[in-house]
Nanobody, 116 residues
């Protein structure tokens, strides 16, 4: 059974940092790319960042370029999203996702709130 579990969210002041974790199980983590998405209240879910299965290539939505970094550790079956210089508009539920042989899988999400 494929499972993705996010953690690391919380409340942070503008300009602060958070690191999100996505721990995978139930499939060969190293065989598939990973992505982080977010959904703010009243808005559609959007792709934030993606990384190839080997970690040799990454992509970001323009609004987070230079502030967020996606990475992965295949030995730990874990993907990360380092978020720096956070802004109130980054407030959302963040989800990790993988497209596996069984289709796209999602975690349950972790709330990130940027507020003073």
């Amino acid at each position: 059974q494929v499972q993705l579990v996010e953690s690391g969210g919380g409340l942070v002041q503008p300009g602060g940092s958070l690191r999100l974790f996505c721990t995978a199980s139930g499939y060969t983590f190293a065989a598939y790319g990973m992505s982080w998405h977010r959904q703010a209240p009243g808005k559609e879910r959007e792709l934030v960042a993606s990384i190839t299965r080997t970690g040799d290539a990454t992509n970001y939505v323009d609004s987070v370029k230079g502030r967020f970094t996606i990475s992965r550790d295949n030995a730990k079956n874990t993907a990360y999203l380092q978020m720096n210089s956070l802004k109130p508009e980054d407030t959302a539920v963040y989800y990790c996702s993988a497209i596996t042989s069984w289709g796209r899988k999602w975690g349950q999400g972790t709330q990130v709130t940027v507020s003073s």
